[in-house]
């Protein structure tokens, strides 16, 4: 088979079309013909040399993808050669197959496209585990998102208006009203606005990218009972906090990441999402924010669009096998 490798860290040109072994599933695993995978801020901190795949994943990018199970390996039960699903990857999504433990499939939704659906595993888990198991959403409250155009942000965004929030986010003004579209009731121009001084105290749970640069001002936001949860650090690891005001608040603040957590905890996520998220987007409620499609042979391209930050949602690579039908 064939897959993009990284050949050393470094800029967008160091991703390679390659042919590589094909993986052997092991019990309790599956080996699924990808059709499609999607780009995340991970993949590019991945070929930059600065987020090492966890033990036993796949060398090669990729932390979601939608396609085909070829063969289901021992200790497998409820999954079947030629069901078509998407998975949520621990690596390896950006090539022709992989294998996955089962307890990360999720069956493809019935009113998304096969290719489509590489862009739901990794938002749908991050924005369930966070702020819903998390954080704890309660209908009527108000939420905020920052980087609101982003792949995360563009799924939070709709998630939340499903459950009933008050939706918020940050982005640049030509997102605006693309953002409002999918649901967003205030739409915050972070380079001429500051959210904070605008909503002081009104804000119930923060999902935040940037980190350390935000952070004062995501804690000022905060109601009381107020929850933040961050999951990147776009602005920085390191930030000023205010623990007079959290205490003020009896606020919450939390750090999550997903790669990484155990298997069992995976797993349970992608149950969630399954009984929670997947009803959602088989309604109509929620849908993949597909910014561009482009075949894996172009991942440095993909790459190159996802760090100008001028995309809404999400950049989607499709496996050339299933371009041209072979």
């Not at 499903?162 to 967003?184: P, Q």
């Not at 933040?228 to 939390?254: F, N, S």
């Amino acid at each position: 088979m064939y897959a993009v490798t990284i050949t050393e860290p470094g800029g967008p040109e160091v991703l390679q079309w390659t042919e590589v072994p094909d993986p052997e599933p092991q019990p309790g695993e599956v080996l699924i013909n990808v059709t499609a995978t999607a780009v995340n801020r991970a993949d590019v901190m991945q070929r930059q040399g600065q987020y090492p795949p966890p033990p036993g994943a796949p060398p090669y990018p990729g932390l979601e993808c939608s396609g085909t199970i070829e063969r289901v390996a021992e200790g497998v039960e409820g999954w079947t050669p030629g069901d078509e699903v998407c998975a949520l990857l621990g690596g390896g999504g950006y090539a022709q197959k992989v294998a996955v433990a089962a307890t990360q499939l999720l069956p493809k939704p019935r009113t998304v496209s096969l290719d489509d659906a590489a862009a739901l595993p990794e938002v749908a888990c991050t924005v369930w585990s966070n702020v819903t198991d998390l954080a704890k959403l309660k209908r009527g409250e108000t939420f905020l998102v920052h980087g609101g155009g982003s792949g995360i942000g563009t799924f939070a965004i709709q998630y939340t208006k499903a459950l009933g929030a008050r939706v918020v986010t940050t982005a640049r003004r030509s997102k605006h009203d693309a953002l409002k579209e999918l649901g967003a009731d205030v739409t915050i121009d972070y380079s001429t606005q500051d959210f904070a001084e605008l909503l002081k105290g009104q804000v119930d749970v923060v999902l935040d990218i940037m980190g350390g640069s935000y952070l004062g001002k995501n804690v000022t936001v905060l109601a009381t009972y107020g929850r933040l949860v961050v999951i990147a650090t776009q602005g920085g690891r390191k930030g000023e906090l205010d623990l007079g005001a959290l205490l003020a608040k009896r606020g919450l603040v939390a750090a999550n990441t997903l790669r990484a957590r155990p298997a069992d905890e995976k797993a349970a996520i992608v149950r969630g999402v399954h009984q929670q998220v997947w009803p959602l987007i088989d309604a109509g409620r929620i849908r993949p924010i597909i910014y561009r499609k482009l075949p894996m042979t172009e991942a440095a391209e993909a790459h190159r669009l996802l760090e100008s930050s001028e995309h809404i949602g999400k950049i989607v690579l499709v496996n050339p096998d299933a371009i041209s039908g072979a």
